[in-house]
């Protein structure tokens, strides 16, 4: 069974730093029929988007409101994901979901967190 527990939310000021971490259980990023890792968020009245998301292939796609400002990476041998977020801004405010993606026989199977709250006030 696979789990993504999320943590490193909090309250921050503009322009502040804040680092997001997910360990991964039940999935390991080199394994086969990964296919992909990230983090959406969610704002309140909004609709879930794509932040940073890591394919298999090595191709990574940020949210272009948050290039250069936000940085996702990986620690396999700790099967742990994060997301670097500087720069913050008061739009940044949301709950931000980690994900993950595998193949399993010919079926996309997604995975989300519970979640974690990342607030900036201005």
């Known amino acids: 069974q696979v789990q993504l527990v999320e943590s490193g939310g909090g309250l921050v000021q503009t322009g502040g730093s804040l680092r997001l971490s997910c360990v991964a259980s039940?999935?390991?990023?080199?394994?086969?029929?990964?296919?992909?890792i990230g983090w959406y968020r969610q704002a309140p009245g909004k609709q879930r988007e794509s932040v940073a998301v890591?394919?298999?292939?090595?191709?990574?796609n940020y949210l272009d409101s948050v290039k250069g400002r936000f940085t996702i990476s990986r620690d396999n041998a700790k099967n742990t994901v994060y997301l670097q977020m500087n720069s913050l801004k008061p739009e940044d405010t949301a709950v931000y979901y980690c994900?993950?993606?595998?193949?399993?026989?010919?079926?996309?199977?997604?995975?989300w967190g519970q979640g974690t709250q990342v607030t900036v006030s201005s």
């Open positions: 994900y993950a993606r595998r193949r399993f026989f010919n079926t996309d199977l997604d995975y």
């Open positions: 890591a394919d298999s292939g090595g191709i990574t």
């Open positions: 039940g999935i390991t990023f080199d394994s086969f029929g990964f296919k992909a």
